[in-house]
T-cell receptor, first 112, second 112 residues
């Protein structure tokens, strides 16, 4: 089983649509969780951290279910600029400098 | 806005040659990382560095790889004898904690 697993997509949605991405992780001891986005041939950029209680940042909502080892990202009112690859990222341990493990990413294209 | 800077942006080298990739992390950050991404594949962890020593390294980070923080600002990745399969984009990242990382724009390494 992959450490971090995502549906690779691609997702093609019209502007204004709501789209949801899912992610599962295999290590139940994982401590913290994030969504990053990566534009084509660019570096990953932090989109948001994911908290147990769920959290929202504008049009973006992230949720975590530790029991199911499942993370989600919801994007409402999609914009053309949301087109990117969305990376589910898990911090495997609690030690200082522990690795972040990246999923393979879910590709989103928002169409006019 | 402070950023992580990497040089060179692209390096072409012959198999068996030594390569040094350089990074200047954000100045008040404590955690430093190298990741790599082979074209079309996921972002892979190589090594993390905290408190002037390696915190964690992956299976990829074998004896051919080394990291140094020779002064207060630079963080370097050295590959002693490059192989064809080392061709990838190498990303340096830094952070004040172990999850919310800022990535440089990457150094593309092509091994011929």
């Amino acid at each position: 089983r992959k450490e971090v697993e995502q549906d690779p997509g691609p997702f093609n949605v019209p502007e204004g649509a709501t789209v949801a991405f899912n992610c599962t992780y295999s290590n139940s001891a994982s401590q913290s969780f994030f969504w990053y986005r990566q534009d084509c041939r660019k570096e990953p950029k932090l989109l948001m951290s994911v908290y147990s209680s769920g959290n929202e940042d504008g049009r973006f909502t992230a949720q975590l279910n530790r029991a199911s080892q499942y993370i989600s990202l919801l994007i409402r009112d999609s914009k053309l600029s949301d087109s990117a690859t969305y990376l589910c990222v898990v911090n495997q341990g609690a030690a200082s400098g522990s690795r972040l493990t990246f999923g393979e990413g879910t590709q989103l294209t928002v169409n006019p | 806005e402070p950023e992580v800077t990497q040089t060179p942006s692209h390096q072409v080298t012959q198999m068996g040659q030594e390569v040094i990739l350089r990074c200047v992390p954000i100045s008040n950050h404590l955690y430093f990382y190298w990741y790599r991404q082979i074209l079309g594949q996921k972002v892979e962890f190589l090594v993390s560095f905290y408190n002037n020593e390696i915190s964690e390294k992956s299976e990829i980070f074998d004896d051919q790889f080394s990291v140094e923080r020779p002064d207060g600002s630079n963080f370097t990745l050295k590959i002693r004898s490059t192989k064809l399969e080392d061709s990838a984009m190498y990303f340096c990242a830094s952070g004040v904690n172990t999850g919310e990382l800022f990535f440089g724009e990457g150094s593309r390494l092509t091994v011929l």
